[in-house]
């Protein structure tokens, strides 16, 4: 079964707005990754959190873990149309080297 | 710098058939990672490889098998194929399996 859960399973937002899109997790991780997926394609590195890390930033992404509360959250501000696409988080759990994705957010923005 | 590569990028097959699709990982990786990835869901995790040796499997079947060669390159086996193995099947490389994963374009497998 799949540890993470993306919410909400869908997200529609007008170019120019933020969007912001939340994972939780079931078990400790060494670290919690998301990913960016169009049209059922690979999947694109955005940014890894450590969990000792509770902030971080990469250009218009800002992603934040809790992991008292074992979430986090992926905020895209200024979206853009290129920006549609299905986001995945992805954790590493500490007790192997397995990688767990959750059911990911489907984001359209409209131009 | 070569990214992950995957061949072949689609496939057609029958139930009962196997198949074999390959992933040549990213310039400097040794761990390859494999997934499957169904239609609306997220990828789940088949197995890793490292050092030509399989290191951690999820919950799949013993028809899905692999193997590493030398120069890290990796195959996926799957045997007696199934209707539901129908699916966008993900290689993914890494430094010793730790960090970032970098995903290949993926293996398109219908099942008829």
């Known amino acids: 079964s799949q540890q993470g859960e993306e919410d909400p399973q869908a997200l529609s937002i007008q170019e120019g707005e933020n969007a912001t899109m939340n994972c939780s997790y079931k078990?400790?991780?060494?670290?919690l990754q998301w990913y960016r997926q169009n049209s059922g394609r690979g999947l694109v590195h955005l940014i890894l959190?450590?969990?000792?890390?509770r902030e971080k930033h990469s250009g218009r992404l800002r992603v934040t873990l809790d992991t008292s509360k074992k979430s986090s959250s992926l905020l895209i501000t200024a979206s853009r149309a290129a920006d549609t696409a299905s986001y995945f988080c992805?954790?590493?759990?500490?007790?192997?080297?397995?990688?767990?994705f959750g059911t990911g957010t489907s984001l359209t923005v409209i131009p | 710098d070569a990214g992950v590569t995957q061949s072949p990028t689609h496939l057609i097959k029958t139930r009962g058939q196997q198949v074999t699709l390959r992933c040549s990982p990213k310039?400097?990786?040794?761990?390859v990672s494999w997934y499957q990835q169904a239609l609306g869901q997220g990828p789940q995790f088949i197995f890793q490889?490292?050092?030509?040796?399989?290191?951690q499997r999820g919950n799949f079947p013993d028809r899905f098998s692999g193997h590493q060669f030398p120069n890290y390159s990796s195959e996926l086996n799957v045997n007696a194929l199934l209707l539901g193995d129908s699916a966008l099947y993900l290689c993914a490389s890494s430094l010793a399996g730790i960090g970032t994963q970098y995903f290949g374009p993926g293996t398109r497998l219908l099942v008829l």
């Open positions: 078990t400790s991780i060494n670290n």
């Open positions: 992805a954790t590493e759990t500490n007790t192997g080297n397995q990688f767990y």
């Open positions: 959190i450590r969990s000792n890390e």
């Open positions: 310039s400097g990786h040794d761990t």
């Open positions: 490889y490292y050092e030509e040796e399989e290191r």
